[in-house]
């Protein structure tokens, strides 16, 4: 039989055979020798041995693999972040792009929580990561808005789902999926950040070769392999200016008669993706530093 992937703990892997079961397996010893580990997301071959169990024979080609988080053929990310309580951390949100964007997959923004924020905020945020060529959303767990947008997105793929603790991951999964049955977890008042529910990273099947991936609240990215130079080609909204730049790999920090500066000095570009980057790219080259 063929099934995925759908969560692993401890030695067992539990394989959804794309209907209705899951399968508890132990995979084969040749995995081991052959230096493949299982993956969240893994198309495999296996054997039932009863109604409840079974052995991993073979796992399938990948058409894709991430590293943060460790999952296999993954079509797109869903990253979600509220309008308020907590506030978005823009810093964060460019940080994700950017190991998206080195990974090659696609990224839907969801904006939730709207309930708490205003239009004026949703037309900037729209304005902003549009211009970066990335899909904004907006939605309102709590009001039920938006989820169906989100469904039409999300059928017929694998999609990891991510964001900061607290925004409403898990009751929007929850909308969508209701026997994913996710933990949700309240507010710190004091800390304004979610109490963390997710522990691991698990598959739920939402319907016909459409499942998602939930992933542990996360607060900090870090892009450690990647060179300083190469980060301006992960902000795509960049591109159409570098042209205008007077030296070839201009990285568009301290150089003079650069076409990238002068666009968000005139309001082409925005200057929060452009600071947040600034940022990325120091924090790159403090790494790069200690090195040697």
Same mark, same amino acid.
């Given at each position: 039989?063929?099934?995925? #992937?759908?969560?692993? #703990? ?39 041995? =009863? ?28 990253? #979600? ?6 506030? &978005? ?25 709207? =309930? ?16 970066? $060529? ?8 709590? %009001? ?10 999300? %059928? ?6 991510? $964001? &900061? ?17 996710? +933990?949700? *977890?309240?507010?710190?008042?004091? #800390? ?35 060179? &300083?130079?190469?980060?301006? =080609? ?8 570098? +042209? +205008? ?8 920090? *301290?150089?003079?008669?650069? $076409?990238?500066? =002068? ?30």
């Amino acid at each position: 039989m063929t099934g995925k #992937i759908i969560k692993g #703990i401890a030695g067992f892997y539990y394989v959804h055979d794309r209907k209705e079961k899951v399968y508890q397996c132990r995979a084969k010893g040749v995995f081991r020798s052959r230096k493949i580990k299982p993956l969240v997301g893994d198309d495999v071959e296996f054997t039932p041995l =009863d109604e409840e169990e079974g052995n991993i024979d073979e796992i399938l080609p990948r058409k894709n693999q991430l590293i943060r988080p460790a999952a296999a053929n993954v079509d797109q990310a869903l990253v #979600i972040f509220a309008m308020d309580s907590p506030k &978005p951390n823009l810093n964060l949100l460019d940080r994700f792009l950017v190991m998206m964007e080195a990974q090659k997959v696609p990224v839907i923004i969801c904006f939730n929580k709207t =309930d708490l924020g205003t239009e004026a905020y949703q037309e900037d945020y729209r304005t902003m990561y549009e211009a970066a $060529g990335y899909q904004v959303l907006f939605a309102s767990a709590s %009001k039920r808005e938006g989820l169906l947008k989100l469904r039409e997105l999300l %059928k017929g793929k694998t999609t990891v789902l991510a $964001g &900061p603790s607290g925004v409403g991951k898990s009751s929007l999964t929850n909308l969508i999926q209701p026997e994913a049955d996710m +933990e949700t *977890g309240g507010i710190s008042r004091k #800390i304004q950040r979610g109490k963390h529910t997710t522990r691991h990273s698990q598959l739920f099947w939402v319907e016909e070769d459409t499942y998602l991936m939930d992933t542990p609240g996360f607060s900090s990215l870090y892009l450690d392999e990647m060179p &300083p130079e190469a980060l301006k =080609d992960y902000f795509p909204e960049f591109a159409p200016y570098e +042209e +205008e730049c007077r030296f070839l790999g201009c990285v568009h920090v *301290g150089e003079r008669e650069c $076409g990238v500066k =002068d666009a968000v000095e005139a309001g082409a570009l925005s200057k929060s993706r452009y600071e947040n980057y600034l940022l990325l790219y120091q924090d790159l080259k403090e790494k790069e530093r200690r090195k040697y």
